[in-house]
């Protein structure tokens, strides 16, 4: 089994105008300027309390990879320091055990990617996958991806297996995670806030939801690219006011909930009982 990346994106790259030189060995259509891509160069930093010494370029052969263990004390590592621990990409998957996927936390997850059989192992493929499925199990494995080890999270998905690279667990930061206090969780608020989402409840549909900025920069791109003039409309968003949360969910209630349609105006309700004193 192999694993392919799920979601990959182009990158919107960088540009700038380039020099006569440059200019007259590069031709670009249809724009009528010419820019070629950047490079971005390293500097020293000038001394402390000298903000106007200059700062003089370095160049790539002179940078080296280094670990700061006390201040400004560094031990290097070398290119073959690392190209002795790095291991070759592999092709296979060793499966270590089989968990529940509800007691994986999603802060785990990583990177996602589609998992392909090899020519000779779609029934073992298959078998998994069914497996799987049936007895809602999902599998921990190890690969060689990158040059490093990995481990993967292989699960059912609705026609093939999912592979998820997973964080290690000293890598996920569990002491910064702001802790809520449920002792200022009165039985009113939590009730209204049920209410709310059960009222917003919906199927999951990923489907719905766009990249707004991304469908914005292709337009303006294809907008430059026909000669036109693409004129952003600024934001009108203001800065959230701090307010009562029981009255935002009461708020929000009023906006979801629908109105009867046999429930009597309040003119109706104030005659009705004018009528019940007068007899």
């Known amino acids: 089994m192999r694993p392919e990346q799920v979601s990959p994106k182009p990158e919107l790259q960088s540009a700038d105008r380039p020099s006569a030189r440059q200019v007259s060995a590069q031709s670009i259509e249809p724009a009528a300027e010419q820019y070629t891509r950047v490079r971005q160069s390293l500097y020293v930093p000038p001394p402390a309390g000298n903000s106007k010494a200059e700062m003089n370029p370095v160049p790539r ?48 997850f990583e990177t996602s990617y589609y998992v392909i059989p090899d020519d000779s192992g779609e029934k073992p493929y298959a078998l998994l996958f ?3 499925r ?30 998820h690279t997973m964080f290690y667990g000293d890598e996920i930061r569990e002491e910064q995670e ?36 991304r469908e914005k920069v292709e337009a303006m791109i294809a907008a430059k690219l026909e000669g036109r003039t693409v004129a952003i409309a600024p934001s009108s968003r203001k800065q959230a006011e701090v307010v009562d949360i029981l009255h935002a969910l009461e708020s929000s209630l009023k906006l979801v909930r629908k109105p009867a349609a046999s429930t009597p105006d309040v003119a109706s309700q104030r005659n009705s009982k004018q009528r019940r004193t007068a007899k």
């Open 134 to 163: 049936e007895s809602q199990f999902v599998a921990l494995g190890e690969v060689a991806m990158h040059r490093r080890e990995h481990v993967m999270i292989l699960r059912p998905g609705r026609r093939g297996i999912l592979a």
């Open 130 to 132: 069914q497996a799987m």
């Open 178 to 213: 702001y802790r809520a206090d449920k002792g200022l969780v009165g039985p009113k608020e939590l009730q209204m806030a049920k209410l709310l989402i059960e009222s917003l409840a919906a199927p999951f549909e990923p489907g719905k939801y766009k990249d707004k900025f």
């Open 61 to 108: 052969t002179e940078v080296v990879k280094g670990y700061e263990y006390e201040k400004d004390r560094y031990v290097v590592l070398e290119n073959e320091d690392f190209r002795n621990l790095a291991i070759q990409t592999g092709t296979e998957m060793q499966i270590l055990e089989f968990v529940k996927l509800d007691e994986i936390d999603p802060v785990y």
